[in-house]
């Protein structure tokens, strides 16, 4: 079953604008992940923000996670139609564990 | 950075006939590959975890005869779709574990249609 739950599933927004995206989960987690992934491409991976972390950034990335409410958020800043894509948040259960994917969220960045 | 190269970004094959897919990390060694299964516009669905000189282990629900999986290097994974049927037709994409941050390094997939 999926761990990861993502909101909304599709979101489209103006370049310049900010996109949040959100995603929820059920069981304990050692760290949450974001990936990105452009049609018909692999993924690649954005940002790992650990269990006893509560925010992290990166460049126009800023992730939260509340493990009390067993979700996370990812907020790009200033968008561009290049981050046009689908985001998937991740779960994992240790340094090594397989990652459990949720659903992904498609963002249509519109120049 | 760390580097996973996926072979064949396609493939076509007819029914009843076998594909093997390879995945290689390129600068790092991968003790441990993940292989998944996206349908589109879906998300990735772990197949199996591949371990290097051991038997790969599947999820539930995977026939391990029909997806045949082989670490034999810490840097090459395969795996090969066996006596293909067009249900097979999906999105394949492997993942090794990178060098920092616990990420995780994806190849770049291989698109499967078995007509």
């Known amino acids: 079953s999926q761990q990861g739950e993502e909101d909304p599933q599709a979101l489209s927004i103006q370049e310049g604008e900010n996109a949040t995206m959100n995603c929820s989960y059920k069981t304990s987690i050692n760290n949450l992940q974001w990936y990105r992934q452009n049609s018909g491409r ?49 779960t994992g259960t240790g340094a090594n564990s397989k990652l459990t994917f949720g659903k992904g969220i498609t963002l249509s960045v519109r120049p | ?30 003790t441990t590959m993940f292989w998944y299964r996206q349908f589109p516009k879906q998300s990735l669905m772990l197949m199996a975890t591949s371990n290097e000189g051991s038997k790969a282990t599947y999820e539930q629900g995977v026939e391990k005869d029909k997806f045949l999986i082989n670490h034999a290097s810490l840097t ?40």
């Open chain 2, 1 to 30: 950075g760390a580097v996973v190269s996926q072979h064949p970004s396609r493939v076509i094959c007819k029914s009843g006939t076998s594909v093997k897919i390879e995945c290689r990390s390129l600068d790092f060694q991968a």
């Open chain 1, 42 to 90: 692999g993924l690649v991976h954005l940002i790992l923000i650990r269990s006893n972390e509560r925010e992290k950034h990166s460049g126009r990335l800023r992730v939260t996670l509340d493990t009390s409410k067993k979700s996370s958020s990812l907020l790009i800043t200033a968008s561009r139609a290049a981050d046009t894509a689908s985001y998937f948040c991740a």
């Open chain 2, 76 to 115: 090459l994974s395969t795996l090969t779709v066996t006596s293909a049927h067009p249900e097979d037709s999906s999105f394949y994409i492997c993942s090794a574990r990178g060098e920092s941050n616990y990420g995780y390094t994806f190849g770049s997939g291989t698109r499967l249609t078995v007509v």
